[in-house]
């Protein structure tokens, strides 16, 4: 395996060694000046000219929140008391800045702080988050950090033996539980004391372990009861998956990587025993049931949010029961449970089954667990939308809906179940409103009409307080920048202004925004949406080729949201260039109705290809500075994978395409993600299956145009193995092709991005524009936040 591997990889390189560096025909020589002004509409440069630009906020209490403002002399963090409107800074920068610079081994800007997360103590320490590690900090002396949220254990001879572990921190904030040696452990957060909740979990076989094959991680996966008293977790057991294998190159002996990570159609997959552990008596409680699957009922792993935790899972507020959804391997399936803490004893409530796949909201898990009145909030598609109901814990019936109609119910951020009030985001629910704006609106859980509480025709970010009376809502367009405010969530009322963006500097830098755009479907009915970037010298007599960027889904879709960005990805920057940029959600992407995201269910080649053919036809009928005959398409990973299959089923229309870490066959890819789109593998008497139309491979003889294929060495995500595929059939039939190993990296380039993205500007302006790029710009390194 490995020596294939090797001389495909040496192949590749001595292919672009011999590739002509200038194939293009006569055309405009770029220079270096050319990409600089193209550079300057980069995040890293556009973002900093955007002035109050404030779209999240973070609550400490119900009366306090503190969030990042921006302007011309760099980031302030600020503290807001609601009661009095005052603004106060957050913290003294500059010694945070000093001390977090020790510990993390680099200086940092005291106006660029990667802060993400905040906790002032009683004593006066901080508890710092940077991305997902903890520093507690002191600042009133001498300014002083250390990794780790309490005192780290140590030895006899005082050295630090323990605390690198991430832990979990519990409710009441004394403790946090980390995984050690396949077990579950406790640290107290005061002495630095720890204790071993259980003793039995060994190497495949251990608890709260967090590995999905594509994603694996050292936190543990857990949940807290209220009363820090419990911990809810599973054995993960993962002793009959198969592994998945990758080679770090160095100088000498290559370091081999292994995990496990199981494969669509495996009959061995990693299964969960689902356990419950008191916390004082270091009691272990077998929930009575057998091994679940490891899945969940939104996305692909137990874990989906960006803060790790575990979404299916939430406890009564005495923390006496549990309740939890279990979902099918194929995710048809879903089964709503209640599990006894104390005995382990597991009542089925109720359940839902359905034709293609279940998905309990997008963004976040929208059921939830209303044990006092013994009723639950159950999110369903079953009229084409997403929508709430209300469910009888007795009898497990349906009491009624508490939303119906067109548009869907996207997350919902709070329940009061004294005043049976809901919270919730949605889209497509008011007439008139682009369907992908995100509204925050509220309703009774005995029904009626819901109450919306953002009426701006605008994307609405929401933050809303802890005890639910209060909101911050930051509202913008992909055109226009933020205002942010803070309202009542009773009625909506404006009560106060907390920012309001200004893009002044933007613009004299020369930004102009994206072009909204309509387009029909394949159906030629349904409405498609998407962005169009021109360059800021457009010249309408002129022709411009098109470069289409895609991302399939079916979990997203190719418009990277719809509030205000200053730059999105880098399509104004490859629009200055000489091209139009486009995006457009396809049919198959989520957030429209249900039938719209089923559309290719069953059939993943689809990647909506026949939708962004459809829409670029479109746009050039509309626009005659539209270039017909030459078209590119790029993505990564889902876009990877869409790109080749664009070159190789429509190869007389796609020119030119760059395809990044795509997944090509997905045979070769996680089970969770592709039985959930695709279905279980299913092989005939013939040799045949349900996955042979979505293998690229299979169709790479029918290249024509140019392509790039690049993927890095050490992809943990999508397998290395998928681009080869495709390589090891374009050989075999004898098409000229391009590549880039990238060494030692994963399914994200990290200090390799900047390089692959000036190598991706340079393929499109000499293959697709017929000009010549300056030769071996350095776009700048991408800054660390």
Request: hydrophobic residues 35%.
């Amino acid at each position: 395996m490995y020596s294939m591997i090797g001389k495909l990889h040496l192949f590749g390189a001595l292919v672009m060694g011999l590739l002509p560096g200038a194939v293009a025909a006569q055309g405009r020589m770029l220079s270096a000046a050319d990409y600089a002004r193209a550079e300057r509409f980069m995040a890293y440069a556009a973002a900093p000219l955007v002035d109050h630009d404030v779209q999240k906020v973070h609550w400490l209490d119900d009366g306090h929140f503190w969030y990042r403002d921006h302007d011309s002399h760099g980031d302030h963090f600020l503290l807001r008391d609601l009661a009095s409107g005052k603004i106060t800074p957050l913290f003294d920068q500059r010694k945070l800045a000093a001390a977090l610079g020790m510990v993390i081994g680099n200086p940092l800007d005291a106006q660029k702080l990667p802060v993400t997360g905040y906790r002032k103590r009683p004593d006066g320490r901080l508890e710092i988050a940077v991305r997902r590690k903890h520093y507690l900090c002191d600042l009133q002396g001498a300014p002083v950090c250390a990794l780790g949220r309490g005192v780290p254990a140590r030895d006899k001879a005082g050295r630090v033996t323990t605390g690198a572990e991430p832990g979990v921190l519990s409710p009441d904030r004394k403790s946090e539980a980390f995984i050690r040696d396949w077990n579950l452990w406790l640290r107290d957060m005061a002495t630095g004391k720890e204790t071993r909740l259980t003793t039995d979990g060994v190497e495949n076989f251990g608890y709260a372990t967090d590995n999905a094959g594509w994603k694996h991680t050292d936190h543990a996966i857990l949940e807290w009861s209220p009363d820090s008293r419990r911990i809810a977790t599973f054995q993960q057991d993962q002793r009959k998956t198969g592994e998945m294998y990758l080679i770090r190159s160095r100088v000498g002996h290559p370091e081999l990587l292994k995990w496990k990570y199981p494969l669509v159609g495996d009959k061995d997959v990693t299964m969960i025993e689902r356990v419950i552990i008191d916390v004082p008596t270091r009691k272990v409680v077998r929930l009575k049931m057998p091994p679940d699957q490891h899945r969940s009922s939104l996305c692909d792993d137990v874990s989906c949010g960006p803060d790790g935790g575990w979404d299916d899972v939430k406890w009564a507020p005495d923390g006496n029961t549990l309740a939890f959804v279990s979902t099918s391997r194929d995710h048809r399936h879903e089964w709503f449970r209640i599990a006894d803490a104390r005995t382990g004893a597991v009542r089925t409530v109720f359940e839902e089954s359905v034709p293609t796949y279940y998905e309990s909201g997008n963004g976040a898990v929208n059921w939830r667990y209303l044990p006092a009145t013994h009723e639950a909030i159950w999110f369903s598609e079953r009229n084409n939308w997403g929508n709430l109901y209300l469910y009888d814990l007795i009898t497990g019936k349906l009491k009624h809906a508490i939303t119906s109609g067109t548009g869907n119910v996207t997350e919902v951020l709070k329940v009061d179940p004294g005043t049976r009030t809901v919270w919730f985001r949605g889209v497509g629910r008011t007439a008139g409103v682009n369907p992908y704006y995100q509204q925050f609106w509220k309703v009774g859980l005995d029904g009626g009409r819901p109450t919306l509480l953002t009426p701006e025709d605008a994307d609405h970010t929401i933050s809303l307080s802890p005890d639910g009376k209060n909101f911050v809502d930051a509202y913008s367009t992909p055109a226009t920048p933020p205002v942010t405010v803070l309202r009542s969530a009773g009625d909506g009322r404006m009560l106060a202004t907390v920012a309001t963006a200004d893009a002044t500097r933007l613009k004299a830098a020369g930004w102009v925004p994206p072009i909204p755009f309509t387009v029909k479907a394949r159906d030629g009915r349904t409405d498609l949406y998407g962005m169009m970037f021109k360059p800021s010298h457009f010249d309408p007599s002129k022709k411009y080729p098109i470069i289409d960027y895609v991302y399939p889904g079916p979990q997203t879709g190719s418009v990277l949201g719809r509030s205000f960005l200053p730059a999105r990805g880098d399509h104004q920057a490859m629009a200055e260039l000489g091209f139009i940029v486009i995006a457009v959600d396809g049919m198959g992407t989520p957030w429209r109705s249900k039938a719209f995201h089923d559309a290719y269910f069953q059939h993943i080649e689809d990647n909506t290809l026949p939708d962004q053919v459809g829409a670029i036809r479109q746009l050039a009928a509309r626009y005659p500075w539209i270039d017909l005959d030459r078209v590119g398409i790029w993505g990564h990973s889902g876009g990877g994978n869409a790109t080749a299959g664009a070159m190789f089923r429509y190869p007389d229309f796609f020119k030119v395409g760059w395809a990044e870490s795509g997944n090509h066959d997905n045979r070769d890819y996680e089970d969770d993600w592709a039985e959930k789109w695709q279905g279980l593998l299913v092989r005939g008497k013939d040799g045949k299956s349900n996955y042979d139309a979505q293998a690229n491979q299979d169709f790479a003889a029918d290249l024509k145009g140019r392509l790039m294929l690049t993927y890095g060495t050490l992809d943990d995500n999508v397998p290395p193995e998928n681009t080869l595929l495709v390589v090891q059939a374009l050989i075999k039939a004898n098409r000229d092709f391009d590549m880039i190993a990238i060494p030692n990296a994963h399914h994200g380039y990290a200090a390799a991005t900047p390089y692959i993205t000036r190598r991706r500007w340079d393929y499109f302006v000499r293959h697709l524009a017929g000009d010549t790029p300056p030769k071996e710009y350095a776009l700048k390194p991408w800054p660390w936040r």
